[in-house]
């Protein structure tokens, strides 16, 4: 009984250890036109909305953008998310159908067709996984 206990103890501090090892980030950079930033920015709010009444916090995705002056011509914005598992990710990308619908609609729309093209050109996306030293 005492080794099955130990062994249970050693296999449960495992899934501990390697549980918080998926650790990871949505990396987005991309470029919004002009004439479509205030639509995306609504998008994003209305994302982040449904994301924060669904309990997962507060602008869960971060938007980021270059300055003005900035001499980059490319990939002006950067936007993160950040998730402690695989399991995580998922339950927020299938949080509702309402949250569904947005990206549907949003799919469809000058977005979907002009800022999210994962194309790596006009726009990069990565899964990056924590580094531990």
């Known amino acids: ?7 249970l103890l050693f296999l449960l501090s495992n899934a501990i ?4 090892n998926q650790e990871r980030l949505s990396v987005h950079f991309f470029d919004i036109p002009e004439n479509l930033e205030s639509e995306f920015l609504k998008f994003n709010s209305e994302v ?4 924060e009444n669904a309990g997962y916090g507060k602008s869960f995705y971060k938007l980021y953008k270059v300055k003005k002056e900035d001499e980059n011509k490319t990939l002006r914005y950067f936007q993160i998310s950040s998730y402690t598992s695989d399991k995580h990710y ?3 990308h299938n949080v509702s159908d ?3 619908n ?6 469809d729309s000058d977005i979907g067709k002009k800022v999210w093209t994962f194309d790596n050109k006009t726009h990069i996306y990565r899964k ?3 580094v531990y030293n």
């Open 102 to 107: 947005l990206w549907d609609k949003m799919w």
């Open 1 to 7: 009984m005492k080794k099955i206990i130990i062994s």
């Open 98 to 100: 309402e949250y569904k």
């Open 48 to 51: 982040n909305t449904v994301l």
């Open 128 to 130: 990056v996984f924590r």
């Open 17 to 20: 250890f390697y549980g918080q």
């Open 90 to 92: 998922e339950m927020t």
